[in-house]
């Protein structure tokens, strides 16, 4: 996709929503990264449904090392994974506690030395948290930035450098909530909603199905 159109793209994510911000509810950094870390392969809605009850009793990484494990696993048990997440969960606020002060660190390499913490759950961290200009890539990212055009990529993890490149600067803090939203409300991964969608004329996805369509109707 030409730098033009990319341009285009981003000044109508700003201009139909300026300020996106995550759908996971949180009091703090800590239990932003605890929500966070509950979210892999979960809505995030679900995990807004546990949390309100969590996060009433746990705010920091303190409160968090004061209850059980098996307290911690009744209270994320409708999630996916609960179990494994619940003992990262306990490790983590064990380091936070023990190594940064119960302080959530702003460095993705430190975050990345955590228990359940991944590159993307890193990158949402410093770009929710700290304003760091941070791609997190899951499955919404890499399926709107590659149907766009903004992309061709196969894997994730090469997704965000590329993004990196093609993305002005002034979008880059913002691209992340902007191409998730999207990804989730209207370019959804079954059937996109491409008649809704207020970047139609640019995608790259929705004119290569035109032109299909109108070579199958051409036809002899």
Not at 45 to 74: C, G, R, W
Not at 143 to 164: C, H, I, M, Y
Not at 182 to 198: E, F, I, L, W
Request: glycine fraction near 4%.
């Amino acid at each position: 996709m030409n730098k033009k159109n990319v341009v285009a793209i981003f000044k109508i994510f700003k201009e139909n929503c300026a300020n996106p911000k995550t759908e996971l509810k949180y009091g703090n950094g800590f239990q932003l990264l605890v929500a966070v870390i509950l979210s892999a392969q979960s809505q995030d809605k679900v995990v807004n449904q546990v949390t309100e009850q969590l996060f009433k009793k746990v705010n920091s990484p303190a409160d968090m090392m004061n209850i059980s494990l098996a307290e911690l696993v009744e209270y994320i048990k409708k999630l996916g994974l609960f179990r494994t997440k619940a003992a990262n969960i306990k490790k983590t606020s064990q380091i936070l506690e023990e190594k940064f002060n119960g302080q959530v660190p702003e460095h993705r390499k430190e975050l990345e030395t955590l228990p359940g913490v991944g590159k993307k759950t890193a990158a949402v961290i410093v770009n929710s948290l700290y304003n760091q200009l941070a791609i997190a890539v899951d499955t919404h990212v890499f399926r709107v930035s590659n149907r766009l055009g903004l992309v061709s990529t196969t894997k994730a993890e090469k997704t965000e450098d590329e993004l990196v490149k093609v993305i002005p600067k002034w979008g880059l803090l913002n691209a992340h909530h902007w191409l998730v939203l999207h990804g989730r409300y209207v370019c959804v991964a079954r059937k996109p909603k491409c008649d809704d969608c207020y970047l139609s004329e640019y995608c790259e996805y929705r004119i290569a199905n035109i032109k299909a369509n109108k070579l199958i109707k051409n036809r002899p």
